[in-house]
C-alpha cells in the first residue's frame, strides 16, 4: 500500500506513520517528492488494515497496491479455466450459446422450449426454478418441481441444465438436479450462498450484480473459488446507470478486461443487459466480437404469455437466426460455435 | 397501465392491443392524441404483466400507473409508523442516535463502546457478529459469541442492541438475542432472507442497496411487511454513483422523498455514506435537518484498531459533539432528541 | 402528457386540473381506474409546459408521450440519412473508419500519421488543433497552425479531415479548413456552439455527453439539425458509471438503440470509450457487430511521445490489424468497408 | 507519480522505466514489494504526461500522487476565500440565500419576484437571460433585454443580481449589467467560456456539471482562477445517478468534501438538485447544517405561470419560510444568516 502525506505534513507525523508500519511488522519505503512525502510499505503478502493509517493526522489518501483476488487472478494462474461440461468446453477457443426461459412455468412450456433451443443449436438449457423477484406479489417460481421437470428436460434432449439457487440451504437439493448452478445479480454479494456454492461440486455461472465494479465481481468469484470450487463463469448481464432507455447498460468493456485479469471462462446475457428483444442479437453478436467466451439468452415458446421477462425473451425462430449469426462472428475472430450434443432428442418423455 | 402506440400505428395493431387487453378481463380506454394513440389499461387491481404489451406490433412503449408497493405506501397508510423498542418511540418526533463499532471484536473492546456510547448520549448500541465482507480473506465475525457479548452489553447498560443478519437460518437464532435485526445493503435484495425477517417478531432495519431506487428499496421493505412484520425502519446509507471522493454518495434526497412516499421511519447512516469520519458529523446534522427520524454512526472505542471500518468510525468523544449539534439541529426543526434509557450502568458486568 | 393523480384525489382538484387543460386549448380525457385516475392531454402539437400541472393539488406526476425531437426521429423520416464526404457514403451499408492523433502536435507528426492512416486503409483522418483540456496547464492545441497542417496533409493523402471546434466564434474559420466539424463530448450542450454548427455547411460529428442519456443525446443533434445542417453524425464514446477499471463504460446498448430512433448514422469511438489502447480493437469489433456505421480511433505514430492520450492511442501497424478484423466483422454481419479514396501519396507535400 | 509494474515484471521492463523517468529529468524511487514493484516519481513539479508510462510493457498502472489542482487548493491557500458583494461577505461566517425565477420573462414579472425576494430577505436576485434550454423549441431568454430589467430591479430594490452567460462572446456584455456571473451545469467544461469569465472583473458563480466529479469541479474553477480572477463560487446543484425520483441526486457530501479541499466559497442550489418544490426547503436545511456558505433558490411569483422550471420554484411565501427556517439552522451551528442590504424599495420604478 502507499500512504500519501498531506502537502505540509510535519516530520513528526511521517514518523508516526512509520513508527505504526513497523509495528505491523511491515516494511517502510519513504520518497519525498516536491509537494508530499509518499511512505510505500512493504509486507510478506498478509492483509493489512488500511482504516489503521487513512485517520492517523498528516494522511492525504491511502492506495492499495496488490489486487485483493488470487485465485481468480490471471497473474497468478495465467491458463485459461476450462470448465467441461458433458462435452462442452468452456473457455476453450469454443463459443457456446444458453437459451431457455426466465422460468420454469410448466412441464409443457418447458419441453418446448428444450427441443426448441435443442432443435436451434444451443448448448445447455436454462430456467428458473427459484425466482428472485422484485415484487413479493410475482410468480415466485415451482420450486422443486420446476428442477424435476428440467431434469426431464435434460433427458429429453441431452443438454445439460442452469438453473439458479436464491439461498444457502437450497443448494445441496439443487446440486442433485442441475448441471450449473447460477448464481443472480442480486446475490452476487450473498456470502452465504457463494460459500455454499463453494462447497458444491457444481461448476457456478456467477451474475456480476448490478452495481458491482469488477473488482468486486473478481472478489466474489474469489469466495466461491477459495471454498473449492474452481469452476467459475463470469456473466456480464449490464450494470445500473442513468441511462433508462434499455432496462441495463451492457457493460461490453468487461469483456476484454475480465479476459486480460482473469483466467475464468467469460459469459454475456444480453437479455438482461438490454431488456427488449429487438437489441438481443445486436448485444449477441457484439459480445462475441468483444471476446465473450459464451451467451446465455432468455428464450421462450411463446413470449407474450410468459410468466415474467416476456419483453426480453426471444421466439425459437429468432434465437436461431441468433445462433446463425454468432456462428459468423466466431469465425470472424477465428473461434468456432461448440459442436452441440448429438443424442437424439428421446421422444417418449414427450407423450 | 398506459400503453403508448408509435407514430404510425395501424388500426388492426391497435384493435389487437384492445382484444389482448379485454381477454385479460381487463378495460381498454383510447387516447387519440396528434402524433399518438395511449391505451390506458384499467382493471380490479390484480397485477398484469406488463411483457405481453411490450412486444406486441405498433407498440413503443408501456408505462405503469400504479406503484408495486401497497402495505409500505402512505397513500394507503397516512400514518407514520411508530416502532416502540424498550420506551423508545421511532417515528415519532423524537430523534434518536444509535451508535457502535462495525464489528464485535472482543467482550472488552464492546463492553467499552457501550458505556461510552451510553455516556454519550446514544439511545441504541450496533455491532456485529456475522459480517459480510467484500474479501473471503477478512474478518468475518464472531458468530453467535458476538451476539452474547451484545446481549451482556445491553445487560450492562440498558441499551437495545441491533445486530446484521447475512442468511435466514441465521434469522431464529439471532432474534433470540437481538432488539432489532439489520439486513445489510448487500442483501437488500436477498428475499429470502426479507422472507425470514418477515415472520420474525423483531423490527428490522432495512438498509438500502447501493443501486436500488427509491422504488426496489421500498418493495424490499414490502417483503418483510407483506410477510406479517409491521416494524421496518428504512436506512439511507449511500448510494455507488461515478463520485469517488467519499465510499457513496448520500442520497439525502432520498429522505424527505421517503417521508412522502411513505409511513416507515426513515434512518440515515453518515458513515457508511461518507466513509470518513471528518464527514460524519455534517452529514449527521444535515440528515436530521432534512427530515431523518434518527441516526445509525460508527464509534469505536480506540478506531486505530479497528478490524474493519476503522477510516469511518467516531472517536466517543466526537460521537458525543455529534449528538450535541444533532440535539441543537433537532430544536431548530421543532424536534427533540429521545430521553435516553434511565438504566444505571450495571457496573457488575464491567468485572 | 398523461397527468397521473394520487390516489384519494379529489373530484375538485380533477375539475381543476381538466379546466386548466381547456385553458391551454388542450382536450382532457379522464380514464378512472380502480385507484388513481389518469387524464391524457392531446393537443396539435405545440409544446406544453409540463411544469403548470406537476404541482397542483392532487397530482401525483406528470409523464410525456411525445417525443422532443422531431427532425432527428426515424418516425419521421424512415429513411437512412447518408452523408456524402469525398465519395464515401456515411450511412449507407458502407462501414467507415477514421483514424488520427488526439491533437496536432506538429508538421512532422501529422504528416507522418496521415500517410500512416491512409496506408492501413483508413477513410478519414482526425486531428485537434483547438483542444478542450480539463487542465489549464495542459497542452491547449496548435490553433489556425494545427488546421492548416490539416488541409495540408488532407493535400498529401487525399483523405478527408476532422477536427474539432470548441467555440461558436471559431466554427467559421474551422469550416474553411475542415470537411467535418466535431463537437467533443463536453460541449455537446453548448447550444451556441450548435447552433452555430447548425448554422455551418460542414457535416458535424457530435459526439455523446459523458452524462447525456440517448434522449439528451437527440435534443443536441436535433438543435444542429433545426438550424438547417441535416448532416449530423452520433457518436458513442462511452458514458461516466460507477466502473473505473476504464475510462469510460461504451454504453454499446445505444447502437441499436440509436439505429432505431433516429435515420443519422451512428458511429463508435473506441479509444475514449476504453481509455486504453489494449482494449481499443475488441471494442472496434463489437462496435460494427452491434451494428454501427463507422468507428474513429485515435493513432499515433508514436503514442509514447503524444502530448495526449497516449494511453489509448494504437500505433499504425496495430491501426492496421484493427482494420482488418472490423473488415472481417463486417462481412459477417452483409456488410463492407469502405473502399478508400484512390488518390495517391502526393509525395512532394512530404519533403 | 507512482507506476505500478504487474506481478512478474522481469528486471528488463523495470530498467526501461527508470531510463525513461530519467530522460525526462525526473527522478526514480523503486520499492520492491513482496508482489510487485512499484516506482515512485519525482520531479520539480512540472506536469508530466503519463501516457507515455501507461503503455510500457510490464506497467500494470499509473497513479498521480498530485492533486492536479494549485490555485483552488485550500493545501496552498488555507483562509477562506471571501467576496465581497454589495456589503454581502460570502465566504465568512455569515450565510446568505439568494432567490428569483429561472427566467426573466417579462418587466413586470421579475420586478414583482425582486420586491417579494427583497420582503422575503433575500440578498441577491436571480435570473436568467440566456438560456440554455435542453430542447431548441423552448422558450431561450429575453437576451440583453432581460438584462437591462435585471438592472432594473437592482435599481429597485438595492439586490446584486445575477445571470447565466452561456457564450464567451457575451461574456463583455453581461459584465456590465451583472454583478455575479453564473456559469451553468452544461458549460462546466465550455473552456472558452471559463477562460472569458476568468477574464472579466465580475465574481462567478460555477455551477457543478451534472456528472462532473469534484476534481474536474475544481479544475473548472482552477481555469477561472488561471487567468486571474480569484472570485469563484462553487454550486452543487445535483449529480445524475441512477435514481430518478428526484430530477438529480443532490450530492450533499460534496459540501463538507468541498470546504475541505478548497477555499472558495460553496453554494448549494436545492431547486435543482431536486427538481421539485416539495423537497426544496428540507434540502436547504439540509445544505446549510452540512456547512454549505449560501443557497440558490428558484422563486417565482406565480409558479403555475412559469415559462421553465415551474416545478421547481417556490411561492415567495414558501420562500420567506425557508429563510426562517435557515436562519433557525444557521444559529443551530454557530452561524448567521447575512443581514440584508439597507436600502429601501425605490417605489418610483414600479410604476
Not at 468446453?89 to 412455468?105: H, M
Not at 435443442?118 to 430456467?127: D, F, N, P, Q
Amino acid at each position: 500500500m502507499m500512504i500519501i502525506m498531506k502537502t505540509g505534513a510535519t516530520q513528526e507525523e511521517i514518523d508516526n506513520i512509520v513508527a505504526r508500519v513497523k509495528s505491523n511488522k511491515l516494511n517502510a519505503h519513504l520518497i519525498t517528492g516536491e509537494e508530499r512525502t509518499v511512505i510505500g510499505v512493504v509486507g510478506d503478502g498478509r492483509p493489512v488494515e488500511q482504516g489503521q493509517f487513512v485517520r492517523m493526522p498528516g494522511v492525504d489518501q491511502v492506495t492499495p497496491i496488490s489486487r485483493p483476488y488470487k485465485l481468480a487472478s490471471r497473474e497468478f494462474h495465467p491458463k485459461n479455466t476450462i470448465i467441461q461440461l458433458n462435452g462442452l468446453e468452456i473457455g476453450s477457443d469454443q463459443i457456446f450459446v444458453i437459451g431457455g426461459p426466465c422460468a420454469v412455468e410448466s412441464r409443457s412450456q418447458l419441453l418446448d422450449a428444450a427441443v426448441k433451443i435443442k432443435e436451434a443449436g444451443g448448448h445447455a438449457l436454462r430456467g428458473g426454478a427459484f425466482k428472485p423477484r422484485t415484487s413479493p406479489y410475482s410468480f415466485q417460481g415451482m420450486g422443486e418441481e420446476g428442477l424435476k421437470i428440467l431434469a426431464e428436460a435434460r433427458e429429453l434432449t441431452g443438454l445439460p441444465i442452469i438453473t439458479e439457487a436464491t439461498s444457502p440451504d437450497l443448494v445441496p437439493m439443487i446440486s442433485e438436479y442441475t448441471d450449473v448452478i447460477q448464481i443472480g445479480a442480486r446475490n452476487m454479494q450473498n456470502y452465504a450462498l457463494l460459500q455454499a456454492v463453494g462447497k458444491s461440486n457444481r461448476p457456478a455461472l456467477l451474475k456480476r450484480g448490478m452495481s458491482a465494479t469488477i473488482n468486486d465481481f473478481l472478489m466474489a468469484a474469489e469466495y466461491i473459488l477459495s471454498k473449492g470450487n474452481p469452476n467459475v463463469m463470469l456473466c456480464e448481464r449490464g450494470i445500473r446507470t442513468f441511462e433508462t432507455a434499455t432496462r441495463n447498460t451492457t457493460d461490453i468493456n468487461a469483456i476484454p478486461v475480465l479476459k486480460s485479469l482473469t483466467h475464468l471462462p467469460v459469459v454475456l446475457d444480453p437479455s438482461h443487459s438490454t431488456g427488449h428483444w429487438e437489441y438481443v442479437t445486436s448485444l449477441a453478436r457484439a459480445g462475441i466480437a468483444a471476446g465473450a467466451d459464451g451467451l446465455i439468452i432468455e428464450v421462450h415458446p411463446n413470449p407474450i404469455e410468459a410468466l415474467s421477462d416476456g419483453a426480453q425473451s426471444l421466439k425459437p425462430k429468432r434465437f436461431k437466426e441468433l445462433i446463425e449469426q454468432v456462428d459468423a462472428i466466431s469465425k470472424a475472430i477465428g473461434r468456432d460455435l461448440a459442436s452441440i450434443p448429438t443424442k437424439a432428442i428421446n421422444s417418449e418423455i414427450m407423450q
